[in-house]
């Protein structure tokens, strides 16, 4: 960092800084699905990138069908934003009545059997849309970016990607904590058996919860068609990085997951410009395994009794 001026150093810490806010928001939308899966019903879901795959291709599909109408180029993301929602939602739905219900408190089981539907999934997206990635169609008013400096420029795709991420996670906090459901998910997570005896249907919880997070997932999908291009692995670049943004956050905690997905952005972002990306990785990973043994519950712990 020697041969940068102050000037030039605030400036790359800035940029460095916006970027890390996209994958951030990137990260966020995956991990609140993964906390809602893994935090409120420890499922350790493998195959959780796939979901977001599934939002990808199907925004990518919107784009190709409604983004090829008359005056819908710069209208259709708002149309793909609730099918990819809607189509990770369905298959989740699907896969938790026919796969993950067979497994509660088998944890060795549910890891293996959803890397295994991981792979075939990734294997049905090369049979679908073929080995070569696609992008979306990107709508005029997220090109280009904003510049708040001469040396500073803010892509506007990161900023439409940020303010849709906050508005998921409001509602998923609505939904955990200020809805007659969520009330039914935290009973179901607290105590199984005494939700069943006061007439909560646990096993539609189950089913509803489960789908939720590969619906938001779906979500963080169609987000990450407007900053990369999606192929049948991209998930599967996430996962690693989403399970670590869970559990250094704290499993079921919301503040915890923010806080650690943007942490953990952040660092890397940053670190990547100076180090490379690899050794980025490397060092943000040591550093959590380090947390995480001082504090084993992460950053912020669930206050649920188990």
Known sequence: MSGFSTQELLAIFAMQGFAGVSFFSVLLLMALGLAIIYGQMRVI????????VIGAYA?????????ALPGMTDYYLFFAIPIAFGSAFLVGYVVEIALIRHLYHRPLDTLLATWGLALIMQQGFRSAFGAREVSVLVPDWLRGSYRPTMMIDIPLNGIAILVLTLLVTVGVWWFLFRSRWGLRVRCTTANRDMSGAVGINTKR??????ALGCGIAGIAGAA???????????????????FLVVVFGGAGSLVGTIASAFSIAQAQSLMEFFLGSSMAKVLTLL?????????PEGL???????
């Open 224 to 242: 990450f068609t407007t900053i990369s291009s999606t192929g049948p692995t991209s998930g599967s670049l996430y996962i690693v990085d989403t």
């Open 205 to 210: 919880v189950d089913r509803v919860t489960f």
């Open 45 to 52: 879901n493998m195959a959780h990138g796939e979901f977001m």
């Open 287 to 295: 550093t959590v395994i380090g947390i995480l043994l001082l504090r």
């Open 59 to 67: 925004t990518y599909l919107c784009s190709i069908t409604l983004g």
């Open 300 to 306: 912020v712990a669930s206050k649920v009794r188990r």
